[in-house]
């Protein structure tokens, strides 16, 4: 489990990384936002736009390994009819990260002919990565390290403390990432930054959770799903979901002493098997809002 999973966001706290990553900002050109790709909204920070700017951005829609590949295409072309660039990429893989340069230096082209108009032969670029917990930040920039390591900086005097990878060969990356606060507001955000495990589970009820879990799996009835707990003879769409947290502890043998469910036992490994992307590729938010 990732460390900072476990910041618990009050106002002092937020205050504290604002000025942290303001700070961080103004040694970058440009901003790299990880999200998770199965809950593009829910993963992103509320703030972001008026912390950046106007700063050029590149949204790293990560996990896509765990995603519904149309899912992901879609919310990739959404983002580009708003003139936003965005890429998936999977980050325990590696998967596509070999993209980022090329999509950093499309966002950066305005800028660097800008400089080079103004007589810099060939400008650096730097960019810095954001998101809020568990997105895979750490995971993003351990893999660049890894595939750069050689090429690690330490500039004391110009950024004391800073790490820089050279990443390509106008294209530097500081090493800390600045960890952003996710939406508190909504409901429906908590609960979707829950189902990824994103909210740490003692703060919720579990079965609750599970239940709404099911709510949103017997809508879309993913084939891994289905086929993992045997419930290719079960209505679905006409079965309460705290029934089918029943039918599934039930497959699984989960009793209790009398013989009762455990269904906070069912409720658990459900959670964990979605979390762990063994119900299938599946995105729990798209574009059109189909989905939420
Ligand atoms: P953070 O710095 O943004 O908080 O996230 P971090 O990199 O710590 O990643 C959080 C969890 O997400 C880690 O799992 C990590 O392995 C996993 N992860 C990151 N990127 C990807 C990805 O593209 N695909 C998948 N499937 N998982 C990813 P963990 O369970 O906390 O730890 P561990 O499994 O690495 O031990």
């Known amino acids: 489990m990732s460390e900072m999973q476990n910041i618990q966001w009050f106002p002092g706290h937020m205050t504290k990384t604002k000025r942290q990553i303001q700070a961080s900002l103004k040694l970058v050109d440009a901003v790299a936002e990880i999200i998770d790709a199965r809950i593009p909204v829910s993963s992103r920070n509320p703030d972001l736009n008026k912390l950046i700017q106007n700063k050029p951005r590149v949204i790293l829609m990560n996990k896509c390994d765990m995603a519904n590949r149309t899912a992901t295409k879609m919310w990739i072309d959404h983002y580009a009819s708003q003139g936003v660039t965005a890429i998936a990429v999977d980050c325990k893989s590696g998967r596509n990260l070999n993209k980022f340069p090329s ?46 390591r050689a090429k690690v900086e330490d500039r004391p005097g110009v950024t004391r403390g ?20 996710p939406r508190f507001d909504d409901k429906i ?25 099911l709510d949103f799996l017997k809508k879309l009835k993913p084939e891994e799903f289905v086929a993992r707990f045997k419930l290719e003879n079960t209505d679905l769409e006409n079965t309460d979901s705290y029934e089918l947290l029943h039918i599934i502890g039930k497959k699984r043998g989960m009793l209790i002493s009398g013989g009762e469910i455990d269904t906070e036992r069912a409720a658990i490994m459900l959670l964990d098997e979605f979390r762990a992307g063994r119900l299938g590729r599946i995105t729990v938010e798209m574009p059109n809002g189909e989905l939420k």
């Open 162 to 181: 800073n790490q820089w990878f050279t990443i390509s060969k106008n294209l530097e990356m500081l090493d800390t990432p600045g960890v952003l606060w």
């Open 103 to 148: 999509a950093v230096d499309s966002v950066m082209r305005e800028r660097i002919e800008r400089l080079k108009a103004k007589g810099m032969k060939n400008p650096t670029m730097r960019i810095m990565i954001v998101g809020i917990p568990n997105v895979g930040k750490s995971s993003f920039i351990n893999k660049i390290a890894k595939q750069n």
């Open 189 to 213: 955000v908590g609960e979707h930054l829950a189902f990824t495990g994103a909210v740490k589970d003692q703060v919720i009820d579990i079965e609750l959770l599970a239940v709404r879990l």
